[in-house]
């Protein structure tokens, strides 16, 4: 029997997290979510990529466009957090940790040049 305060771990949302993935893959993890939070996968777009996010959020969060900076005073795209209930349910294509760099790269360079080009 548990007393107040103590919950069964087998409570919590288990979920697949990503911080930053391009088209529909992702390196994810695994992440356990507090007993008020669901599964997500966010969806934008940055550019001509799309961008993928997966991970934990409140209830409230779920299906809002949220404005996400990835360079300090730099929008860079708007993302919407669809969520589900079930254990892995934000599940995404594995990606390698190599390959996951490289995509990264390639992002940053182009983003670079984009606001290098508009700069002119």
């Known amino acids: 029997m548990d007393s107040l305060g103590h919950e069964d771990k087998n409570d ?4 697949f997290q990503c911080d930053l993935g391009f088209w529909d893959v992702c390196y994810t993890t695994k992440t356990i979510c507090s007993l008020e939070e669901r599964c997500f996968t966010g969806r934008g777009k940055a550019g001509d990529l799309d ?3 997966l991970g934990c959020v409140k209830a409230e969060e779920c299906g809002v466009e949220t404005t996400v900076q990835l360079f300090a005073n730099k ?3 708007v ?3 669809h ?3 079930t254990p892995f349910c934000n599940s995404a294509h594995k990606l ?3 390959t996951f760099f490289y995509l990264a790269v390639a992002f940053l360079a182009t983003w670079h ?3 290098a ?3 002119s």
């Open 117 to 119: 080009s508009a700069s």
């Open 12 to 15: 919590f949302m288990k979920c």
């Open 79 to 81: 993302i919407t957090k």
């Open 113 to 115: 040049i984009t606001e």
């Open 83 to 85: 969520c589900c209930d």
């Open 96 to 98: 390698l940790k190599s």
């Open 75 to 77: 929008t860079i795209f």
């Open 51 to 53: 961008i993928k996010t």
